[in-house]
Structures are given as C-alpha cells and as structure tokens.
C-alpha cells in the first residue's frame, strides 16, 4: 500500500463535542477535539488551552461536562468553538440541565451527557488536561433503539483537521466483527 508521510500534527478523525462549566454563575459550552477514554474505567478527559472561559469555570467548580452534539446542530456548536465566553456570553445558547452529582451545566440539545469530577489536572504547554470521573450520563431516549444507544440515532459530528463530516452507517458488531478471522 502506497503511503505518503505528511505533517507531525493530529488531523483526526475526532468525534466533536461540547464541554460545559459553570463560569462565574453561569454556563459556559466551548467546542472540543481533544477528550476521550484513558481506559475502561469511568474516566474521561479534556484538554484546554489555559486562557479559555471555560477552563476557568472547571477550576472554580472542580466539575465540567462532555456533551455529544448531532450533526444537527452543527451551527450552534462550530459558534462555541469561534466565540470566547471571556468576549461574550454564550449563557442561553443552549438549554442547560444539571445533576446533584456535580455542579457543571449539561446540554438538554446534545443526545450524550457525560458530568465528569476533576480528579487530577496535568498541564500540557498552554493547555490543560483535565482528567474526570464519571459522576453521571444521560442519553436522549429517542436515541435509543431496544434499549441500547444507537449510534446512527446520535448522528455525532466527525471533525477532520478542517472540516465536518457525519458518521456513515452501522458496520459491524464490537468483538465480532474480527472473529472469523481468527483462524488464520
Ligand atoms: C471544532 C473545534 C474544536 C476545538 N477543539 C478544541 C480543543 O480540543 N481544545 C481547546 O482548548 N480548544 C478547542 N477549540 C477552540 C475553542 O472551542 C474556542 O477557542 C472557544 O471559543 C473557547 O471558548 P471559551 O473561551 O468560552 O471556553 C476548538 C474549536 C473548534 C471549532
């Protein structure tokens, strides 16, 4: 297979999401690449540059939220992603809703909620790693099919360096799809 080296950087695919805080009182969303599992525990991170309103607010509450758009609401948040809430208030864009778990807005428009405890926070050049302890999830009902989350009903956005893309279609079933393979 014929490849070609390019540039030291992350292009992804990523999966976008919004991180919610409470920033001075109110919520505060930003646009995210980088979160993701560190291990099959109920951990997840996030990963902030330093100045971002939003880094703020999970340093004054100890709590931050990951919520998981669908494509349908791209608009609203790309505009988390351009607009600082150090600049303006981006307070109402969204319809918060909260747990007694932890004190971080979660997103009523997002079909996945996840309400993370800040358990260890690793600074990484201008940024910062946040590192959370589930403390609660939330999926839309309608997005779930026999009772089980459906990914297709979620329709998350996939970011790539510069653009937005949706997921496809189901392809397979996870530790099966390679099973027919294991006797070669
Ligand atoms: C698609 C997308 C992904 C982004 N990913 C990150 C990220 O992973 N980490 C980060 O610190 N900023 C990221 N940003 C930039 C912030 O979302 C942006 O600077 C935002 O305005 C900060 O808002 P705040 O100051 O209200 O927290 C991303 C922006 C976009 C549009």
Known sequence: ?????????P???FITALIGAKVNGKPNYTAVGAYGVVSMKP??????????????GIKQNGYFSINIP???????????????GNVKSKSNIFTPFYDKAGDAPMISECNINY??????TIPMFDFEMFLGEIT????NK???????IDLVKINPTVLMDNFYCD?????????????DLKTI
């Open 167 to 179: 997921i496809g279609k189901k392809v397979g079933e996870v530790f099966n799809e390679g099973n």
């Open 70 to 84: 669908s494509s349908d609401i791209i608009d609203k948040t790309d505009y988390c992603g351009i607009v600082s």
């Open 43 to 56: 951990i997840l991170y996030t990963s902030l540059k330093t100045t971002h309103y939003t880094t703020l």
């Open 1 to 9: 297979m014929e490849k070609v080296k390019i540039a030291n950087r």
């Open 11 to 13: 292009f992804g695919p």
């Open 142 to 148: 309608r997005c779930l099919t026999d009772n089980k």
């Open 136 to 139: 609660a999830v939330y999926v």
């Open 115 to 120: 309400l993370c405890k800040v358990i260890r």
